[in-house]
């Protein structure tokens, strides 16, 4: 029996004082119910789903500001698939696409840039959201389009960073189940100042039993009553995580505040082009006016993010909201919480 | 002959004479094949069974098999899915003008050889061409009739809390198989689609469990499709542990990257069979002998619990629903 053996046995009979602990990744959110780890769960823990799936953070007016590039200003758009389907003010991108817009899937950035370099008579927008694990590629793309020459591809950025969210979600929960994705690019150093500030975390990887063990370290660290920060995904993230990557977005990209759907405005929490490129940000070169979003208002996407209340605790959930027909954005990725119980029986 | 087939080969005139004397009769060509407007058989002793299946797969040639490979193996595992011997298979191509000879020859080739494989014979059959653009290549439908087992009765509908479940082999590696063929992902890997004919396996689990309940090709929607519709049609549950399931090494890195669950991914030559508890031993050390079922496991079994579910026990012990059957599109697969 593996390691997990031991991390499983003390997760299931933990009697410590409560633990809630907030995952901040899609990819664990999914994993988590994948695998079945809330059932082995001891009733003492309580793991949040928090803001951490790409998707379900984006805002409604990025989709507005998308379906108006689309429709206006007859844009191709360029996206991953799961935003296809979140709802905007008016219409999503498929209610855009059913009017005659231009939206196509792509699985990277780099495909958008071949895109665009094979339709030069058409203006290719990519739409740019995700964490530090993905931003690198966006610029990247960035940077293949200005060695092509390509003056007909450009980014609509609203890709985030995780040191404000940690901080502005810190009272939700006791600890975080750090993103090994994120810190693999970031390294440890803002785990270790979060601790510092008093939050606590541990960062963990993805299989079941990397995730175990990561839990049973933060449940035990919790017991004892002191911040903690532990890296349980040494094999991955080291501490000064990958200078390159980092510095390529510092040199394209510089901080914004940012919306984070149902959450609100995080200071200094986004990342937007730098003004040298503004030829390449899709919001300056095709001067979009402000779109303010308008949310779904009995949607409560915001509270199960926050931890407040699981998804099946939303009146929506099941009913309105189901993966055939999102109302909410966590209910369209694969990797939202809502979509993630829905599927694995969250309640089983 | 020429190269291309164009729309005179389907005109039914001597160009298409030509196509089939050349070509199919060659390949094909037995005691039965008619040029006459239908084949004569001698009449089966018992009751028969009848299957048709449409075979659309993009790109028509893929690492394990082609399209018509394909089209014999579809047909004939659908018949023995009901324990019937496949007796005889009719078939019908729809060409797109261009389409090189010698590749269509190619696919006749192989529908000889599997239907040598899996002692069927070709009767009758049809050939149209479609006009450039009007069909992607090459589209084949084949209809095939044979005769049912004695004793055996076989249905989705029969599945009983108790039984096992067995997989004849790993799981998802035909589905697999052409998302990489089709090069969309920018990901190389050796994998081979399962596409083979399975009667031999049928009948070799036939002859050490007659009571077997149900036996179902996996194809279109893989496995996990398979078991919610057995769920619905027995009013069942259905528990299935996530690490008894075979799933080839190659295809686990594939769909672990893609994010696509090999439960879901079609199989052309792995079925899903539900006996009672005491014959799965012998079942899958019959199916182990045969030479597209030496991946045998059993994966599960089947409840009364948690009716219309199926439940997967992870490799860590937790817990979780197979998620329902999505609608997630995927290429042309069969």
């Given at each position: 029996?593996?390691?997990?053996?031991?991390?499983?046995?003390?997760?299931e009979?933990?009697?410590g004082p409560?633990f809630?602990?907030?995952?901040?990744?899609?990819?664990?959110?999914?994993?988590?119910?994948?695998?079945?780890?809330?059932r082995?769960l001891s009733?003492?823990?309580?793991?949040?789903s928090?803001p951490?799936c790409?998707?379900c953070?984006?805002?409604?007016?990025?989709?507005?500001?998308?379906?108006?590039?689309?429709?206006?200003?007859g844009?191709?758009?360029?996206?991953?698939?799961?935003?296809?389907?979140?709802?905007?003010t008016?219409?999503?991108?498929?209610g855009?696409?059913?009017?005659?817009?231009?939206?196509k899937?792509?699985?990277?950035?780099?495909?958008a840039v071949?895109?665009a370099?094979?339709?030069?008579d058409?203006?290719?927008?990519?739409?740019?959201?995700g964490?530090?694990t993905?931003t690198?590629?966006?610029?990247?793309?960035?940077?293949?389009?200005?060695?092509?020459?390509?003056?007909?591809f450009s980014?609509?950025?609203?890709?985030?960073t995780?040191?404000?969210?940690y901080?502005?979600?810190?009272k939700?929960?006791?600890?975080?189940?750090?993103?090994?994705?994120v810190?693999?690019?970031?390294?440890?150093?803002?785990c270790?100042?979060?601790?510092?500030?008093?939050?606590?975390?541990?960062?963990?990887g993805?299989?079941?039993?990397?995730?175990?063990?990561?839990?049973?370290?933060?449940?035990?660290?919790?017991?004892?009553g002191?911040?903690?920060?532990?890296?349980?995904?040494?094999?991955?993230?080291?501490?000064?995580?990958?200078?390159a990557?980092?510095?390529?977005?510092?040199k394209?990209?510089q901080?914004?505040?940012?919306?984070?759907?149902?959450?609100?405005t995080?200071p200094?929490?986004?990342?937007?082009?730098?003004d040298?490129?503004a030829?390449?940000?899709?919001?300056k070169?095709?001067?979009?006016?402000?779109?303010?979003?308008?949310?779904k208002?009995?949607?409560r996407?915001?509270?199960?993010l926050?931890?407040?209340?699981?998804?099946?605790?939303?009146?929506?959930?099941?009913?309105?909201?189901?993966?055939?027909?999102?109302?909410?954005?966590?209910?369209?990725?694969?990797?939202?919480?809502?979509?993630?119980?829905?599927?694995?029986?969250?309640?089983? | 002959?020429?190269?291309?087939?164009?729309l005179?080969h389907?005109?039914?005139?001597?160009?298409?004479?030509?196509?089939?004397?050349e070509?199919?009769?060659?390949?094909?060509?037995n005691?039965?094949?008619?040029a006459?407007?239908?084949?004569v058989m001698?009449?089966?002793e018992?009751?028969?069974?009848?299957?048709?299946?449409?075979f659309?797969?993009?790109?028509?040639?893929?690492?394990g098999?082609?399209?018509?490979?394909?089209s014999?193996?579809?047909?004939?595992?659908?018949l023995?899915?009901?324990?019937?011997?496949p007796?005889?298979?009719?078939?019908?191509?729809?060409v797109e003008?261009?389409f090189p000879?010698?590749?269509?020859?190619?696919?006749?080739?192989?529908?000889?050889?599997?239907?040598?494989?899996?002692?069927?014979?070709?009767?009758?059959?049809d050939?149209?061409?479609?006009?450039?653009?009007?069909?992607?290549?090459?589209?084949?439908?084949?209809?095939?009739?044979?005769?049912?087992?004695?004793?055996?009765?076989l249905?989705?509908?029969?599945?009983?809390?108790?039984?096992?479940?067995?997989?004849?082999?790993?799981?998802?590696?035909?589905g697999?198989c052409?998302?990489?063929a089709?090069?969309?992902y920018?990901?190389?890997a050796?994998?081979?689609?399962?596409?083979?004919?399975?009667?031999?396996?049928?009948?070799?689990?036939?002859?050490?469990?007659?009571?077997m309940?149900?036996?179902?090709?996996?194809?279109?929607?893989?496995v996990?499709?398979?078991?919610?519709?057995i769920?619905?049609?027995s009013?069942?549950?259905?528990?299935?542990?996530s690490?008894?399931?075979p799933?080839?090494?190659e295809?686990?890195?594939?769909?672990?990257?893609?994010?696509?669950?090999?439960?879901?991914l079609?199989?052309e030559?792995?079925?899903?069979m539900m006996?009672?508890?005491?014959?799965?031993?012998?079942?899958v050390?019959?199916?182990q002998?045969?030479?597209?079922?030496k991946?045998?496991?059993?994966?599960?079994?089947v409840?009364?619990?948690?009716?219309?579910?199926?439940?997967m026990t992870?490799?860590?012990?937790?817990?979780?629903?197979?998620?329902q059957p999505?609608?997630?599109?995927?290429?042309?697969i069969?």
């Open positions: 029996m593996s390691e997990a053996f031991d991390a499983r046995t003390y997760l009979n933990y009697d409560d809630r602990i907030m995952e901040v990744c899609g990819t664990h959110t999914h994993e988590i119910f994948r695998q079945g780890i809330r082995i009733p003492k823990i309580k793991l949040i928090g951490g790409p998707v953070v984006t805002p409604v007016s990025f989709i507005d500001e998308a379906v108006y590039l689309a429709l206006e200003k844009c191709t758009i360029t996206t991953f698939g799961d935003l296809v389907r979140v709802p905007g008016k219409m999503s991108l498929a855009a696409r059913a009017k005659g817009a231009s939206i899937v792509v699985y990277s950035p780099s495909d071949k895109y370099g094979a339709h030069k058409e203006q290719v927008v990519f739409l740019s959201v964490f530090e993905t690198p590629s966006d610029v990247i793309a960035v940077k293949t389009a200005m060695r092509e020459g390509l003056t007909n980014l609509l950025t609203a890709n985030k995780m040191p404000g969210a901080e502005a979600m810190g939700s929960c006791d600890a975080f189940l750090y993103p090994g994705h810190h693999c690019i970031t390294g440890t150093q803002i270790k100042d979060m601790c510092e500030k008093g939050i606590s975390g541990v960062i963990a993805f299989t079941g039993d990397e995730l175990l063990t990561a839990l049973a370290i933060a449940a035990k660290k919790h017991a004892e002191k911040p903690f920060f532990v890296n349980c995904y040494p094999r991955v993230v080291t501490d000064e995580g990958s200078p990557a980092v510095a390529i977005v510092d394209f990209m901080p914004c505040d940012a919306e984070w759907r149902g959450i609100g995080i200094m929490s986004g990342m937007e082009l730098r040298e490129y030829a390449y940000d899709a919001r070169k095709f001067e979009i006016p402000d779109l303010k979003g308008e949310y208002t009995a949607c996407c915001g509270d199960v926050q931890g407040k209340i699981l998804p099946k605790e939303c009146p929506l959930f099941g009913k309105a909201c189901n993966p055939d027909h999102p109302v909410g954005a966590c209910m369209v990725s694969s990797e939202g919480a809502c979509s993630a119980f829905f599927m694995y029986g969250g309640d089983l | 002959m020429s190269d291309v087939i164009t005179a389907g005109s039914g005139g001597r160009k298409t004479s030509e196509l089939i004397a070509l199919f009769k060659k390949n094909l060509g005691e039965y094949f008619t006459d407007d239908a084949a001698p009449k089966p018992g009751k028969i069974a009848m299957s048709t299946d449409g659309i797969v993009s790109p028509w040639e893929f690492p098999g082609n399209i018509g490979k394909l014999i193996c579809g047909t004939v595992n659908d023995a899915c009901m324990g019937a011997k007796l005889y298979l009719t078939c019908s191509y729809i003008e261009g000879v010698a590749d269509l020859e190619k696919i006749a080739e192989a529908m000889g050889e599997t239907c040598k494989k899996a002692g069927v014979k070709i009767v009758a059959g050939t149209k061409v479609a006009g450039k653009g009007q069909v992607d290549k090459v589209f084949i439908t084949t209809a095939g009739v044979g005769v049912i087992k004695e004793g055996v009765n249905s989705g509908a029969n599945a009983k809390p108790g039984d096992k479940i067995i997989v004849t082999g790993d799981v998802g590696r035909h697999t052409i998302l990489l089709r090069d969309e920018g990901i190389e050796d994998v081979k689609s399962d596409c083979a004919p399975l009667w031999d396996a049928v009948d070799a689990v036939l002859e050490v469990c007659p009571e309940h149900v036996i179902r090709d996996a194809t279109r929607g893989g996990g499709t398979v078991l919610y519709e769920c619905d049609q009013d069942v549950g259905i528990d299935i542990n690490e008894a399931v799933v080839a090494p295809v686990r890195g594939v769909t672990g990257m893609l994010g696509l669950e090999p439960l879901y079609a199989c030559g792995t079925m899903v006996c009672p508890a005491e014959y799965a031993d012998k079942v050390e019959a199916l002998k045969t030479e597209h079922a991946g045998a496991a059993i994966i599960g079994e409840t009364s619990e948690n009716k219309g579910r199926v439940v992870t490799g860590i012990g937790g817990k979780t629903y197979l998620p999505g609608n997630e599109l995927l290429p042309r069969c």
